[in-house]
């Protein structure tokens, strides 16, 4: 049977044991850590020996909460909380499949005891949720990094859904050649923001969406030499300016809102950067972002607002309506 004579090792089994079976609601005494470190690991230590560890751990640093009935560690890496937060944005992202979903949740749980473990266990249900199917996300996340750190062109087929529910090649197959500046998470899905060498302007592509990436051997297009990006790019303004990720032109508009639902809805989606005015009892609010996500925009939440500049934008939303207004007009089945 092993003894405590070795101090490293078992002041480290100690830690596992305080890390695991302790926190807040689970106070472990010293007499604990000693049926603990015998049960699990098989270790023979002396309960004087266990407050010497215990000491060491809070001078290295560790948060060890004493009380007359027992001790736990205290601050972690990662509060409950912030654990919580994660594994929740884990489990609803669509871009994770389930496999990936759940060894992260996993990762992130040995942060936290056992007993707050069983706080997540919907993770494992997390194949149920519609969500994509790209095995190799991680992948192509490691791989942009490294052409970006090191200012590499990267060449990717990029895919599209079928009928079938795969993924299938785009043009035929054909090398997409980008430059690589960023990757940004939009509405749960990530995006590489880039530009196709060929052209001038930026360029999202859905990171889920590509595959048989290769780092390219030739150096990254400055991103000053882009349209509109002479003075550099500012990811914050536009992840801001691109709420659906959509290509095209940012634009200046101006809505009108009908009600504080309304309200709500525009300042979620364009946070701190809406203007929000009251002109004549009637609630307007001016916004910056891509003109093609504004149209979208505007159909999706046209009961309680309504676009009123620029007018050119107001014309192609129009076009849609109408189009949809064909489309729905009456019963097709009369």
Excluded at 113 to 124: A, M, R, V
Excluded at 166 to 179: E, S
Excluded at 210 to 223: L, T
Aim: hydrophobic share 35%; proline share 1%; aromatic share 12%.
């Amino acid at each position: 049977m092993a003894s405590c004579s070795n101090k490293k090792l078992s002041i480290l089994y100690i830690l596992k044991i305080l890390q695991e079976y302790s926190d807040e609601k689970h106070l472990l005494t010293q007499q604990d850590i000693v049926k603990k470190l015998y049960s699990i690991y098989g270790l023979e230590c002396e309960r004087k020996s266990i407050g010497a560890s215990l000491d060491s751990l809070e001078d290295f640093g560790y948060d060890i909460i004493k009380t007359n009935k027992g001790c736990y560690l205290g601050a972690r890496e990662f509060e409950p909380s912030e654990i919580s937060f994660l594994v929740d944005a884990i489990f609803s992202s669509k871009t994770l499949n389930s496999r990936q979903a759940k060894d992260l949740a996993d990762k992130l749980s040995q942060f936290l005891s056992n007993y707050e473990k069983k706080k997540y266990k919907y993770i494992y249900k997390s194949n149920e949720i519609s969500r994509a199917d790209n095995k190799q996300l991680f992948y192509n996340i490691e791989i942009i990094n490294e052409a970006i750190e090191n200012g590499k062109q990267v060449k990717f087929t990029y895919n599209k859904y079928g009928i079938d529910k795969q993924l299938h090649a785009r043009q035929n197959g054909r090398d997409y050649l980008v430059n690589p500046y960023f990757m940004v998470n939009s509405q749960g899905k990530y995006y590489l923001v880039c530009n196709y060498d060929y052209f001038d302007e930026i360029a999202n592509y859905k990171i889920e969406q590509i595959s048989n990436i290769q780092i390219v051997d030739a150096k990254v297009k400055p991103i000053k030499k882009l349209k509109n990006c002479e003075n550099g790019i500012d990811i914050s303004k536009y992840i801001n300016e691109n709420i659906y990720m959509f290509g095209g032109k940012t634009i200046s508009a101006t809505f009108k809102i009908d009600n504080d639902w309304g309200v709500n809805q525009i300042i979620e989606w364009f946070g701190n950067n809406v203007k929000i005015y009251e002109k004549d009892n009637i609630i307007y609010a001016n916004v910056q972002a891509n003109e093609n996500a504004l149209i979208y925009w505007s159909l999706q939440y046209g009961q309680s607002i309504e676009l009123i500049e620029p007018k050119e934008t107001r014309k192609e939303i129009n076009k849609i309506v109408n189009i949809l207004r064909d489309r729905y007009k009456g019963d097709k089945n009369d």
